[in-house]
């Protein structure tokens, strides 16, 4: 649609975002009423099939051929949208719990970036507002929290310091976000697009020589070991030292 706004085309995936998009164009132009409600007998008819019939080009005009095949025989805006809430919108409690339990299992250090994260996580939130959910802004942020790795649970903290309006889903972004900037700026990994929560995860993967501690590496000690004592690897992989020398 060449206009100064575009419609992205509805091709039968993401049909809850596609509809509030088709929406808020008609309402532009002084025609959505005609999508949402049948006619009155209270309705001036003429300017109603005007409307009407500038409704259904508009929707014709941001659905492809084949979506177009379901609904060519309605001869109302109103009918094309209901025929499509019938075929996409599904009130489902068996959709219902198996988004949930995606949502309990995505995790942030899965993705190379965080913003490819965030696309997902909303898409899997549209997806549960479209089988029938009612999803608050606070079980919202409790979904992303539990994405969250150790080394941000600290957020969590954060979230329940600051006032309840500013306890938001874009609060927790934000945070992330800055995180994420920091720590590749810091190792030099915004080259390479290594992600620094997957790294995190290896680092955590390693154990520590000196101490046997998952996480810990020898640069962690730093200058720890006293001079003049000598550290030992037993013939088992353990280490011990002589001394006290830690």
């Avoid at 955590?204 to 501690?213: N, Q, S, W």
């Amino acid at each position: 649609m060449t206009e100064e706004i575009r419609i992205q085309i509805f091709d039968g995936k993401n049909y809850n975002i596609w509809k509030k998009r088709i929406l808020m164009y008609l309402k532009w132009k002084k025609c959505d009423e005609v999508a949402t409600r049948a006619r009155l007998t209270t309705d001036n008819e003429t300017t109603w099939n005007e409307e009407n019939l500038k409704a259904m080009n508009y929707i014709y005009s941001g659905i492809t051929n084949d979506q177009l095949e379901f609904v060519s025989e309605e001869e109302t805006a109103y009918g094309i949208m209901k025929k499509l809430d019938s075929i996409y919108t599904r009130e489902s409690t068996a959709i219902q719990i198996c988004v949930r339990n995606k949502l309990e299992k995505i995790k942030l250090k899965d993705y190379e970036e965080s913003s490819t994260f965030f696309t997902e996580f909303e898409k899997l939130i549209n997806e549960l507002k479209g089988a029938g959910a009612t999803v608050t802004e606070r079980e919202k942020l409790n979904y992303m929290l539990r994405t969250l790795p150790n080394s941000l649970s600290y957020i969590g903290d954060l979230i329940d310091a600051v006032k309840e309006s500013d306890q938001t889903c874009e609060f927790l972004k934000n945070k992330i976000t800055m995180w994420e900037t920091r720590e590749k700026n810091d190792n030099g990994q915004s080259q390479s697009k290594k992600s620094a929560f997957k790294s995190e995860r290896k680092d955590l993967e390693k154990t520590c020589f000196g101490c046997g501690k998952p996480g810990h590496i020898k640069a962690n000690y730093k200058n720890t070991w006293s001079r003049g004592n000598s550290r030992r690897i037993s013939a088992g992989g353990g280490a011990y030292e002589q001394g006290g020398a830690h």
